[in-house]
C-alpha cells in the first residue's frame, strides 16, 4: 500500500473480526481523521479521541444528526419506539439528572461490597466445570456471570436468562456504524419486548419493594425530582445492557489475550496481584467496546479537517488505545506492568463516563484472576475464535479451553 491509494474503513474486510487493529493502524498513520462514505468522521489517533470525548459543547443525542443513514432507515420502515433515550443518548441538563438517580446506586463503596459475592458466583462457576477438565469461558462463566450479579443487584425476578440475552443481542447492533435494515427491524422488536418485560418488573416491584436497586431507582429523589415509568425502563434496559454485555466481552477477550500471550499469563500465575491493576492493561488492549459517538453541533476543525454542524463522529477507542504517540513502541503489546495502563479510553471519558466501570473491572477482576489463579496450565483449543459478529461491541460467542 502507498499513500496514493484511498483508504477506506472497512468492517467487513477479510479477518477484521479476528484483528481490527491492523486497519486501525493503517488508517490512524495514512487517514487518522476519516471521512466516511455516508458523510460520517472517524477519529483514530488517542489525542483526537481524548479531546472529542471530553468537549462538553458536543452532543451524543442522534436527534442532532444532520444526516443520518440509520435515521432514514427508520422512517423508510416506520418503526415503532415506545420509550424514552436512555442516558446514553442525552445530553445535559437531561443526562445530568438521570446521572445522578442512578449513580445513587453505583457509589464505590456499594460497588466494592459485591466483591464476595462475585467471587462466590465466580467458584461456584468452575466447580461445576473442573471436573470436566474443559470450560467455555464465555457461556460457561463471563455470560452467566454478570447477568446474575446485575440481575441480583437490581433484585429482579427469575428471568430466562437466554431470552433476555437474545434481546440485548439484537438491541446492540444498532450501536455499530453499519447495520442492515433487518437488524433494525430486530433491534426494535426486541426493544419492544424488552420494554413489556421491564414494565411488568418495575409494577411487580413497586408492589414488593426490596433492598435493591430497582428499588432505590423507583424511590430515588433529587429536589423532588424521581423517574418516569419509562425512563426507569430505558435505564434499567441500558444497566441490563451496559452492564452485562460489556463485561461478557471484557472477560473473554481478557483470557483470550492472556492466553495467546503466554509470558504475560504466566506472570499473573506467579502474582496473582497483578490483575487489580492488570485489568486495565486488559481493557486497553482488547476493548469491549470499540467506538463512542459524538454529534458536532456548530462547526469544528480537527486537524485541519472541517467537521460541519450535524455530523456525526466516530471516536475508535480500540485505535486510541493502541496509538503509539500515546503508548509508544510498546502500543501493540500487552503488558500487565503497564503503568499508565488506567488511561485507556475503554470506558469513554468526560461527562459520558461508563457508570458502570467499577463493577465491570471489579467483575473482570475476580473472574480473570480467579480462572488463572485454579487453572494455571489451561490452554486455548485449536479452534477458529467465535466471534460475535458485532463491530462495536466486539467479543466472543465461545471461547473453549482445556484446563488440564
Given at each position: 500500500m502507498t499513500t496514493a491509494e484511498p483508504i477506506l474503513y472497512n468492517p467487513f474486510e477479510p479477518g477484521y473480526f479476528d484483528d481490527p487493529y491492523s486497519q486501525f493502524a493503517r488508517l490512524r498513520e495514512l487517514d487518522p481523521v476519516h471521512a466516511t462514505l455516508d458523510g460520517n468522521w472517524m477519529l483514530f489517533r488517542y489525542d483526537d479521541c481524548f479531546r472529542v470525548l471530553r468537549d462538553p459543547s458536543l452532543s451524543v443525542d442522534d436527534r442532532n444528526i444532520r444526516q443520518s443513514r440509520k435515521a432514514e432507515q427508520l422512517e423508510a420502515l416506520r418503526v415503532e419506539d415506545r420509550g424514552e433515550p436512555s442516558m446514553l443518548g442525552l445530553d445535559p441538563p437531561d443526562h445530568d439528572r438521570l446521572r445522578r438517580l442512578v449513580s445513587k446506586a453505583f457509589t464505590p463503596r456499594s460497588i466494592e461490597a459485591l466483591r464476595p459475592r462475585v467471587q462466590v458466583l465466580v467458584d461456584r462457576a468452575l466447580d461445576r466445570v473442573e471436573p470436566d477438565g474443559h470450560i467455555d469461558l464465555v457461556g460457561d462463566l463471563a455470560f452467566p456471570l454478570p447477568f446474575q450479579v446485575i440481575s441480583e443487584m437490581l433484585g429482579m425476578p427469575e428471568a430466562d436468562m437466554l431470552q433476555v440475552r437474545d434481546w440485548s443481542n439484537q438491541m446492540v447492533k444498532t450501536l455499530d456504524p453499519v447495520i442492515s435494515d433487518d437488524e433494525i427491524r430486530a433491534s426494535m422488536a426486541a426493544s419492544l419486548a424488552m420494554q413489556d418485560y421491564l414494565g411488568g418488573v418495575i409494577s411487580w416491584k413497586r408492589e414488593n419493594p426490596a433492598d435493591d436497586m430497582l428499588t432505590a431507582l423507583i424511590h430515588a429523589e433529587e429536589d423532588g425530582d424521581r423517574l418516569t415509568t419509562t425512563e426507569l425502563m430505558s435505564q434499567v434496559a441500558l444497566l441490563f445492557i451496559a452492564g452485562h454485555e460489556t463485561t461478557v466481552n471484557l472477560i473473554g477477550n481478557g483470557t483470550r489475550a492472556l492466553l495467546r500471550h503466554r509470558d504475560q499469563w504466566d506472570a499473573l500465575v506467579a502474582e496473582p496481584a497483578l490483575i487489580m491493576h492488570g485489568i486495565d492493561e486488559l481493557l486497553r488492549f482488547d476493548p469491549p467496546v470499540q467506538i463512542s459517538r459524538r454529534i458536532a453541533l456548530a462547526d469544528m476543525e480537527i486537524d485541519g479537517r472541517r467537521i460541519e454542524a450535524g455530523t456525526f463522529m466516530a471516536t475508535v477507542l480500540a485505535s486510541a488505545n493502541?496509538?503509539?504517540?500515546?503508548?509508544?513502541?510498546?502500543?501493540?503489546?500487552?503488558?500487565?506492568?503497564?503503568?499508565?495502563?488506567?488511561?485507556?479510553?475503554?470506558?469513554?471519558?468526560?461527562?459520558h463516563y461508563c457508570l458502570g466501570s467499577s463493577l465491570a473491572k471489579l467483575e473482570g477482576q475476580v473472574a480473570i484472576g480467579t480462572f488463572v489463579r485454579r487453572f494455571p496450565h489451561a490452554t486455548l483449543d485449536d479452534v477458529p475464535a467465535r466471534w460475535n459478529g458485532r463491530i462495536n461491541l466486539r467479543g466472543l460467542d465461545a471461547l473453549p479451553i482445556t484446563l488440564r
Open positions: 493502541r496509538d503509539p504517540a500515546k503508548w509508544g513502541p510498546t502500543a501493540d503489546r500487552l503488558d500487565l506492568n503497564r503503568a499508565d495502563a488506567g488511561q485507556h479510553l475503554s470506558f469513554g471519558s468526560g461527562v
